[in-house]
């Protein structure tokens, strides 16, 4: 069966930085488009970034981009999200999840609804 397991959150003050994980079990993600969301109490579910398998392409969202970093290790199944000077906003709890991909890019939508626990990210001020 198809899940993520995600880990690595916790507790940061603004301009910390912290990396969390996401294991994938019941398949390998070698040729997979992996992606991060993030929802925040009473908002949306947002994308954060994602990866295509090949070329290690990424994508991230605007006022993530030069903060975050994405990255995968096929070998050990597994995609992981660096993510410095971390911001009060950034406050979420953080899912991995299948996305959508155009002419072999990745696209931040998510293909189904087959979402991990999360990990939960808080950003003191």
């Known amino acids: 069966q198809l899940a993520f397991a995600e880990s690595g959150g916790g507790l940061v003050q603004a301009g910390g930085s912290l990396n969390v994980s996401c294991a994938a079990s019941?398949?390998?993600?070698?040729?997979?488009?992996i992606g991060w969301f993030r929802q925040a109490p009473g908002k949306e579910r947002e994308g954060v970034s994602c990866?295509?398998?090949?070329?290690?392409?990424?994508a991230y969202r605007d006022s993530v981009r030069g903060r975050f970093t994405i990255s995968r290790d096929n070998a050990k199944n597994s995609v992981h999200l660096l993510m410095n000077d971390l911001k009060p906003e950034d406050s979420a709890i953080y899912y991995c999840?299948?996305?959508?991909?155009?002419?072999?890019?990745?696209?931040?939508?998510?293909?189904?609804?087959?979402w991990g626990p999360g990990v939960q990210v808080t950003v003191s001020s």
């Open positions: 999840v299948l996305v959508y991909a155009s002419y072999g890019r990745c696209q931040l939508r998510n293909l189904n609804n087959h």
């Open positions: 019941g398949f390998t993600l070698d040729d997979r488009h």
């Open positions: 990866i295509s398998p090949s070329d290690h392409f990424a």
